[in-house]
Each structure stands twice: as structure tokens, then as C-alpha cells.
């Protein structure tokens, strides 16, 4: 029966370290991207998105911009999916 499921998104949030963190701005306003939105494809690919909050304070907008092309941003997703893999893996079911 497994292989019969047909699961339509396998997601992950990841914080982003201090270090790696950066700002870009949208629409006019400044955003410090801290958290990345991490999908696995059905291809096996991954992809990903940054999210933020605008450096002058408040809410904002909920809006993605996109990762740069950088070593220590492609190891942390990289080595998130494997995290959760091992996560999902090593699941108890329902609780």
C-alpha cells in the first residue's frame, strides 16, 4: 500500500543561523531573511525560499525572496533535509 500514496508536499522550516543571515528588499522595505522554507520536489531536487521581517520593526508582509547562490546556505539545506529525513524516518506514529 505505501508505494499507492500519493503525498502531494514534503516541506521543512529552517532557521537561519546569524551568520548566514542577509537583508533584500521588496517593494521599497528592508527585510533581514532569517528562516528558509525548504521543499522536496518530486524529482528528488530540493528547493528553497527565505522569509523575514523588515528591518524597521512591525509585521510586514509575508513575502519570499530567494536564496543566494552561496556555499554556507547550500550546506545548511542540504544538511536540513537530511535531518529530517532522519526525523521522519525515525517517527513513532500518532501520539
Not at 44 to 73: C, I, T
Amino acid at each position: 500500500m505505501n508505494g499507492d500514496l500519493e503525498v502531494s508536499a514534503l516541506a521543512i522550516n529552517v532557521t537561519i543561523p546569524q551568520e548566514l543571515r542577509w537583508t533584500d528588499t521588496r517593494r521599497g522595505e528592508t527585510f533581514t531573511l532569517s528562516t528558509l522554507n525548504v521543499r522536496l520536489l518530486p524529482d528528488g531536487r530540493l528547493a528553497a525560499k527565505a522569509y523575514g521581517r523588515p528591518v524597521a520593526g512591525g509585521r510586514g508582509a509575508y513575502v519570499s525572496f530567494p536564496v543566494p547562490d552561496e556555499p554556507g546556505l547550500a550546506a545548511l539545506i542540504a544538511g536540513a533535509a537530511t535531518r529530517a529525513g532522519a526525523l521522519w524516518a525515525a517517527h513513532r506514529g500518532l501520539g
